[in-house]
């Protein structure tokens, strides 16, 4: 037992010497880890030259286009999906001389027709550039406009040479010719319609984006192609650009091009790709609304059930800010603030600056409908001072203030899509108003009250005045045959027991919450302990009632001996 206990001890000696060496070796990396980044901190940033940022563009671009080709190759959907990752940054980056570059390597002979209409596409934005960039006055941001444009424009038969050089820089291997390529692939053909497509949208080209997308859509709802699992994101990505490019065209949403979203939709719920039916469902919500049908976008959205966490959090913010909408018009302004004020949480905090001025001003709205006051903060920007008018007017209860705010920003409301909501704010600064009179007037006529709150008669002033009582905004009483409002004497509130009776509730919430707190705590587990000693012990007691056993044993061995002899 004694040489157990001193080889037990000795070991656990050693355990703690190889924690502490182990320890003192993390430390050690975790040191190494922050002066590294702390070197890295401080080290100056050299700029790129423009023929490393043009290298740099083509090399992502490339790589994009082979990690598709590796999806296809390997039959691994999330190859594609990490291509797609990148396309946002493609698309600030992205210039027409690049695409004039890649375009003619990866386009096959075959496909001449698909190739000229994408050129064709790019130099309409190139075009274009150069005619606005003529027109520009004379000034400094102009003339560096005017610069870029041109440039952009004028890059025809030097963007071969300008672009080998850069990858001879940087020693970037370029990508197979297009005489020596197969068939090309139908992901690697939208990828590129879609890069085309959104060149031309950031150019305000819409004819010419539109074009490359309907092409586009006619091979992603190609029935040869549509059972390819790596063709089923740049499908759903390009469904979404073209009813943007169709929304911006001013063309309808209904008819073929809302079947095909559907349709597509049914086939992206069959095959329980979530990302996909999100994408595909905020792309049918936002039609119906644009059409006003919000009946329809209800009913699609109920029965359309998705997991929120397979989704992404951009789409699931899309479809938060819909349903916001959705509850607004339908009263339910409770729900709609909880939808939006989601769908803010959830916007990407760099970028998707439209999208967050569209929800904040939706939200903004519908806070002043719930009868709050929207924080000062929030009304930073010159995007927000329509709404900034509104709420002094809804604060104050000015009903002169609401309808010359109205008149003067009816256009951005409209265009915001929130004019009815507006409209609907009438009321609440009409009671703010009522408010207001009842404390600073004992008694009032009723026609004082129509021509303070610019109503057309008494008898509208009356009929508000009533509703205003039963909904409990103002406590007082009509007159009907003297034609006045008559407010009633404010109590003294410390007078009655409403007082006692909030400080009895706040001792209540505190007892409950150090009740709950003290349930939630976690206490030594004393009875581990406990039946760890018992175990030791019951070990110990076995170890000495073997050891008795055996020297029991020795010595009558030693008896039988003697007796033998």
Known sequence: VYKRQVSTQSTRTKIDQTSQMGGEKDNKKVDDKNAKKKEEETKPVVPLTPAERRAALLQDIIGAVSLLERSVAMDERKFA??????????????????????????????????????????????????LKADEEPASAEGAVAQDANAADAMATDNDDNDGAAAAAAVDMPMPVASGQRGVLLPEVDLL????????????????????????????ARDDEWRRRRSLEPLAWRVERYAALAAERSGAAAGGERRDGVLAALRRAALRRDDEGSATLLAIAVRGYLAERQVAAAYKLLARTPLAADRVSAAQLARLLFYQGR????????????????????????????????????????????????????????????????????????????????????????????????????????????????????????????????????????????ARAI?????????????????????????????????????????????????????????????????????????????????IENDDDDGDDDMMDD
């Open 326 to 465: 959705i509850k607004a018009v339908q009263l339910d302004y409770s729900a709609a603030h909880s939808c939006l004020q989601q769908a803010l949480r959830k916007a990407p905090r760099r970028g998707a600056r439209g999208f967050r001025l569209a929800a904040q001003r939706a939200a903004i709205v519908v806070q002043l409908l719930m009868g709050e006051l929207p924080e000062r903060t929030l009304f930073a920007g010159a995007a927000l001072a329509p709404y900034l008018a509104l709420a002094r007017a809804v604060r104050v209860g000015d009903v002169r203030a609401f309808d010359d705010a109205l008149a003067a920003h009816r256009a951005a409301f409209a265009r915001d899509a929130l004019l009815s909501l507006v409209e609907r704010l009438r009321h609440n600064v009409l009671k703010a108003g009522l408010r207001k009179l009842c404390a600073s007037y004992a008694r009032i006529a009723l026609g004082d009250v129509a021509t303070r709150l610019r109503l057309e008669s008494a008898a509208d002033a009356e009929a508000i005045v």
């Open 81 to 130: 999906l990490r291509a797609l990752r990148r396309l946002p940054q493609l698309r600030r980056r992205v210039d027409g001389s690049a695409l004039r570059q890649l375009l003619p390597l990866y386009y096959p002979d075959s496909a001449a027709g698909t190739l000229a209409q994408l050129l064709e596409a790019i130099g309409t934005c190139a075009d274009e550039s150069a």
């Open 192 to 219: 590129w319609r879609v890069l085309v497509a959104l060149f031309a949208l950031d150019r305000r080209q819409v004819a010419a984006a539109s074009a490359v997308l309907e092409a586009a859509l006619e091979v």
């Open 470 to 550: 039963r909904d409990g905004v103002i406590d007082a009483v009509i007159d009907h045959e003297a034609a006045f409002v008559a407010s009633r004497a404010r109590e003294n509130v410390y007078a009655t027991y409403e007082p006692a009776a909030a400080f009895h509730t706040r001792i209540e919430f505190c007892l409950k919450t150090h009740d709950d707190a003290l349930q939630a705590m976690r206490f030594p587990d004393r009875m581990g302990a406990l039946e760890a000693e018992q175990k030791e012990r019951a070990r110990a007691d076995a170890e000495a009632r073997e050891l008795a056993s055996e």
